[in-house]
């Protein structure tokens, strides 16, 4: 099955990474630039607000581990990822096979996959983002567009 699950030495070394100066884990748009300047690369503060505004599920204004870990999953999906591979992570997640998310399928699929486990807040903005019908659900089409648009 395909899963938006790392390996626990791939967690472990994104973890490693992921290191917030102030101990929050959480990194702000100024931790971010300090340590892509570390990389030797510069980004406007308005590029950095757009770079955490990306991955920032929750809408804190930083970005925690869980949310870093899915917004590389989602970059890796979609650099990756053919139509066929879509459709097999949309019918996992889709357990009673009716062709859309519901809530509970994301939320469950979101809880177990990802370590650690995103909150029920920034499921539900995922589903805020991505249901573009309105009906409170996920469909294969927005879920492809969320997928890609990440």
């Known amino acids: 099955a395909v899963q938006l699950v790392f390996t626990d030495a791939e967690k472990a070394e994104f973890k490693f990474g992921f290191k917030s100066k102030?101990?929050?884990?959480s990194i702000t748009a100024k931790e971010l630039g300090e340590f892509l300047e570390s990389a030797g690369k510069s980004f406007s503060e308005e590029q950095l607000a757009q770079m955490i505004s990306d991955v920032?599920?929750?809408?804190?204004?930083?970005?925690?581990?869980?949310?870093m870990l899915m917004g590389i999953a989602e970059k890796?999906?979609?650099?990756?990822?053919?139509?066929?591979h879509f459709?097999?992570?949309?019918?996992?997640?889709?357990k009673d096979g009716n062709g859309v998310l519901s809530p509970e399928e994301l939320h469950l699929a979101m809880s177990t996959r990802i370590?650690?486990?995103?909150s029920k807040e920034a499921i539900d903005a995922i589903i805020a983002k991505a249901d573009c019908d309105g009906d409170g659900k996920i469909n294969r089409k927005e879920f492809v567009k969320l997928i890609k648009s990440s």
């Open 115 to 118: 370590e650690p486990p995103m």
């Open 56 to 67: 920032d599920t929750d809408k804190s204004g930083t970005i925690e581990f869980s949310e």
């Open 22 to 25: 102030d101990g929050d884990n």
């Open 76 to 84: 890796m999906m979609k650099w990756t990822w053919k139509k066929s």
């Open 87 to 94: 459709q097999k992570a949309f019918d996992d997640m889709d």
